[in-house]
């Protein structure tokens, strides 16, 4: 089996040169095309954290940190030209972790050096990193800060351990109660809403989105009509009450729950899985009537429903498709709805995973394993029944053989017999 | 049979009855010759107990308009019983749910009397295409039938028997006409049980107590709120207490 592309990191790391010679000899004996990558660090959540806690990062701290970036690529360059492979170089703006593993998916084979951690951080350019450190200090301090400082000083140069800051954070996160996690995230979101990136459909994947024939040539340039937002697992993409100011979701990746407010804890009132979108039950309306909190990180496309903008924004999506998106969501919405005449636990639960099942069909997933990316409680609140209840009926649903549960991924092993039950015709 | 008849009707100053209205921004001169979506309108009466589609009915790509009169729009649940999916009322639009799909997912059954105007939608594009705000208007509208939705689905899902019938009644009285404390209740108790998930004899415990209170007064396929405070309350949650509770 040969290789046809074989990506290699390139980064100040004292073992660069080691790296780059091993690549070069397997690219030569193979011959392949070779790829050295850097990576500069800066990924959205550093530009993110750097608007949470006070201005961006200044062009010439970022040119510092691009130029630090090139140097490391100019080296890997010599090092393929000495050895006459065919080869180029790519930048991008991300952290290590997710650039690479980005990468990777394009490359039949990656060459990364073991970590060195006595050795890393390979002395950035005192200019550059520091004056980026100050800044994040000058910022404000705080955790937030001292992320985005510390990722664009030394980071770029980890290779092998490939953990970025904010990758640690999130499992650190993981332990504290969601509430705490969603009180904490109307701050989040007032930064998310600036913390925004301007999408160029050849860079974004666009060709992919099944939604791109809502968007496709929209907007001149290779523009589409939206804009890329990330949101962290128990934030809020917005909540209920405010003000809805034209936007509509689209999600790339990731789910959501939609939670209606109540005086003892919200009721969740749906579920919106990618490729769904959210906020067509709000065009026109002054306010949100439920909030969106991601079950997890996701990733959605912020459509500006703004007539009076520029050109490309006249018509933010083609027309007509919209008007059938609105139309199934009328009737997704009405079907939601005469579910909940059904009165046993049983038959809702069934009903839900058979929807989950339907949406799944129809978006080209397998009908029969899903992922819930719910908790016991959100799948409680929406059926209208106790969590105890849930994990009552889940069992019993398991004891009958009609599913198999295991963490999060649910198999639904007969589906006429969850048909006949939510049909009410059999008892579990 | 449903009697057809073009719209809009003679003697009726143009634009005046129109319920493309608030779409349409073409208010020209009375004499100007009328724009296509007007020329096709239709109008059809529709006696009680008529229907104005069926279940599974073929799409017809017409847009349904309520002028007068009240429907409900009906679905079978997977156990043969009627599940009410809504009340639309005068100004409503109908079956839009239906845009785009090759079968009707529900039936609409006129309650009293009505008149139904239809548009065809080949038409109302038109119209939507050429004006950018009466798309945005449109837009609105479907958006709407979604949260309408999604608000009855939050009735069913959280919310006792009397909380739902309760909010039931507020909503309807909001429909109301402004400055009349009269709405209508076209609909039986059986209807509204379908409607809030409960079964009529509920209904009708709950409303009679209602009644009792001086909260409610009932009158001919019509009703009030003597003390809305009081039950905007129960539909927030609180407790009624004694001597009905529990019931």
């Known amino acids: 089996m040969s290789y046809k592309t074989i990506l290699v990191h390139a980064d ?3 073992n660069a040169a080691a790296r780059y010679e091993l690549a070069c000899l397997l690219a030569a004996s193979q011959e392949t095309h070779l790829v050295g990558t850097a990576l500069t660090g800066l990924n959205l959540d550093c530009y993110r954290d750097a608007i949470a806690y006070g201005g961006m990062l200044s062009p010439q701290d970022a040119q510092a940190i691009h130029d630090y970036s090139r140097e490391a690529l ?8 000495r050895a006459g492979v065919s080869h180029e170089v790519r930048m991008s703006d991300d952290d290590a972790e997710s650039g690479l593993v980005l990468q990777a998916r394009y490359a039949d084979l990656m060459v990364l050096s073991q970590s060195e951690p006595a050795a890393v951080p ?3 350019p005192a200019q550059g990193g520091g004056a980026a450190a100050g800044h994040a200090r000058r910022a404000g301090g705080g955790r937030g800060a001292a992320v985005a400082g510390g990722r664009a000083a030394g980071r770029p140069a980890g290779d092998g351990r490939l953990r970025p800051p904010a990758l640690a954070r999130n499992r650190a996160g993981r332990g504290h109660p969601a509430r705490a996690a969603i009180d904490d995230s109307s701050r989040i979101h007032g930064a998310l809403k600036k913390a925004v990136m301007a999408i160029q459909s050849d ?3 666009c060709e992919r989105c099944i939604h791109f024939h809502l968007c496709r040539d929209t907007a001149p340039h290779d523009q589409v009509a939206g804009r890329r937002l990330r949101v962290r697992r128990h934030a809020a993409l917005y909540r209920a009450g405010e003000a809805v100011g034209n936007s509509l979701y689209s999600i790339r990746s990731g789910s959501f729950k939609l939670v209606l407010p109540q005086a003892g804890g919200g009721q969740v009132n749906g ?5 769904q979108f959210l906020g067509l039950n709000a065009l026109g309306a002054a306010t949100h009537m439920f909030s969106a909190i991601a079950l997890e990180d996701s990733e959605v496309c912020w459509i500006t429903w703004d007539r009076h903008a520029i050109r490309g924004r006249r018509q933010p999506l083609q027309r007509s498709a919209l008007y059938a998106m609105l139309a199934d969501e009328i009737r997704r919405a009405e079907q939601a709805a005469l579910q909940l005449h059904h009165t046993q636990a049983g038959q809702r639960l069934a009903e839900l995973m058979l929807s989950l099942s339907r949406t799944n069909r129809d978006n080209g997933y397998s009908p029969v394993r899903l992922r819930l990316p719910m908790s016991r409680s959100d799948i409680a609140s929406y059926i209208g029944v106790s969590a105890e209840c849930v994990s009552r009926v889940l069992d019993r649903f398991r004891r009958a053989g009609l599913v198999e549960l295991c963490r999060r991924e649910l198999t639904l092993l007969d589906q006429p017999a969850l048909q006949q039950l939510a049909s009410g015709k059999a008892a579990a | 049979m449903m009697q057809v008849r073009y719209c809009p009707q003679p003697g009726i100053p143009r634009c005046e009855a129109c319920p493309l209205r608030s779409l349409c921004l073409d208010h020209g001169p009375p004499d100007a010759p009328l724009p296509q979506v007007c020329q096709e309108q239709r109008c059809v009466q529709l006696a009680t107990g008529e229907h104005l589609f069926r279940l599974a009915d073929p799409v017809d790509h017409m847009v349904y308009i309520i002028r007068s009169g009240y429907l409900k729009q009906y679905q079978h649940g997977r156990d043969g019983c009627q599940h009410i999916v809504d009340f639309p009322g005068p100004g409503a639009w109908v079956g839009l749910e239906s845009l785009f799909q ?14 139904v105007v239809i548009v065809p939608f080949s038409r109302l594009s038109i119209l939507l295409d050429r004006q950018p705000q009466a798309a945005d208007i449109f837009g609105h509208l479907l958006s709407g039938a979604v949260a309408q939705h999604q608000k009855h689905a939050a009735m069913l899902r959280g919310g006792t028997a009397l909380q739902r019938i309760a909010q039931f009644l507020l909503e309807r009285a909001a429909l109301a006409p402004p400055g009349v404390s009269r709405a209508a209740l076209p609909m039986s108790r059986q209807d509204i049980g379908d409607y809030l998930g409960l079964t009529a004899s509920t209904v009708s415990r709950w409303m009679s107590e209602l009644r009792r209170r001086g909260w409610l007064t009932l009158g001919q396929r019509g009703f009030s709120l003597p003390d809305r405070d009081a039950v905007g309350l129960l539909a927030a949650g609180v407790p009624l207490t004694s001597p009905l509770a529990g019931g």
Request: proline share 11%; with cysteine.
């Open chain 1, 271 to 275: 579920f919106a899985l990618a490729p």
């Open chain 1, 203 to 205: 860079r974004s994947n």
């Open chain 1, 12 to 14: 100040h790391a004292p």
């Open chain 1, 122 to 124: 390979g002395a950035p």
């Open chain 2, 102 to 115: 090759p079968q009707r997912r529900t039936g609409a059954i006129a309650l009293c009397d009505c008149e």
């Open chain 1, 74 to 81: 100019a080296e890997f360059t010599a090092h393929a030209q």
